[in-house]
């Protein structure tokens, strides 16, 4: 199952203002989250829309936000 990410401003916004205080780059996100930074970049220059559903509650999680503000999930199961 793949979550769609919502709005890449929101994401962007999130990575350089998150709870912490310190924006995330590309590195730290990957690093915090455990999800590669190929897949986090490919999300930032809109090359990937969509992450495994573990990979999108992981990001949103290191950034300190409910996975449903940044992904939404299929509209059915299959």
Not at 20 to 28: A, I, L, M, Q, S
Request: aromatic share 6%; hydrophobic share 45%; no cysteine.
């Amino acid at each position: 199952m793949r979550y769609t990410l919502r709005d890449l401003g929101t994401f962007k916004k999130i990575m350089e203002a998150p709870g912490r205080g310190v924006p995330y780059t590309v590195r730290d996100l990957a690093e915090a989250s455990g999800v590669s930074r190929s897949q986090i970049g490919r999300l930032l220059t809109s090359e990937l829309n969509s992450l495994d559903v573990v990979d999108a509650h992981a990001i949103s999680e290191a950034l300190g936000v409910a996975v449903l503000v940044l992904f939404m999930p299929p509209a059915s199961p299959k």
